[in-house]
């Protein structure tokens, strides 16, 4: 159960929305690259959910007493390897992506670049960006940025200007939810429609797929929707 807590899982479908929508609009036809994206990113994510605990022990054990560290549930030592381990799992598998799919030796080093660049952002925001007021948010939306990128160029051969401008839409509505998510903590209610937000990221990423792609495509992210809604649920319980 700590783990679970550690993980924070339940916005990973928002994610998955994210690749799967950069895949298929990027016209990705090869399932083992999917696989190693999803792979990637979400080991990525994940690591920087157990980083965020780690940097924030000090400030949970005041705040947060419930909370694994402080709780003594998991020691602050597991928590960094468990944490670092999986970050850095994401960035070597992201790092095998770009050499799966169909891009360009051009677009293959900007690949490794964008995962690189991911890994900083994840690691700094953990650290030290996430206590700016302004810096902290637009850095949770230029990673969400990132992953789009990523996929794109990796999964095709001319990343087009339109999928550029997608990738840095989503970054910021990720952003726009990450300040009024930091401005309005206090507020059970307004969390809650923070949350609802989040998954609706995956509405957003289906209506992008069925404007650029077609009908399947938006029904494969649309289902994840009410996996978000389930998995929310179920941590919310536990």
């Known amino acids: 159960m ?7 899982v339940s916005a990973l479908p928002t994610l998955w929305s994210n690749v799967l929508a950069a895949y298929f609009i990027g016209g990705g036809n090869n399932l083992i690259l999917l ?3 999803l792979i990637s990113t979400s080991s990525i994510y994940l690591g920087g959910m157990v980083l965020n605990d780690y940097f924030d022990a000090d400030t949970d054990a005041v705040e947060r007493p419930e909370r ?6 998991i020691s602050i030592t597991t928590v960094f390897i468990l944490g670092m381990c999986l970050v850095t ?7 095998v992506c770009p050499f799966i799919g169909n891009c360009s030796d051009y677009e293959k080093r900007i690949a490794v670049g964008v995962v690189t660049l991911l890994f900083l952002f994840v690691i700094s925001y953990d650290a030290f960006l996430k206590r700016m007021s302004i810096i902290g948010p637009f850095t949770m939306g230029a990673c969400r940025m990132l992953c789009y990128l990523f996929v ?3 999964a095709e051969r001319a990343v087009l200007v339109s999928h550029v401008v997608l990738s840095i839409f989503v970054g910021a ?6 300040m009024v998510s930091r401005f309005e903590a206090g507020s059970q209610k307004i969390q809650k429609y923070v949350g609802i937000a989040l998954s609706c990221l ?10 650029f792609v077609g009908i399947i495509s938006a029904a494969l992210v649309v289902v994840l929707y009410p996996v978000a809604v389930l998995l929310r649920r179920f ?3 536990t």
């Open 2 to 8: 700590a783990i679970l807590q550690l993980l924070r």
């Open 35 to 37: 696989l190693f994206l």
């Open 68 to 73: 694994p560290i402080p709780s003594g549930r």
């Open 89 to 95: 799992f994401g960035v070597f598998i992201g790092f």
């Open 152 to 154: 794109f160029f990796t």
């Open 173 to 178: 509505y990720v952003m726009c939810i990450t």
């Open 202 to 211: 995956i509405l957003i990423d289906s209506v992008a797929c069925l404007i």
């Open 235 to 237: 941590v919310s319980m």
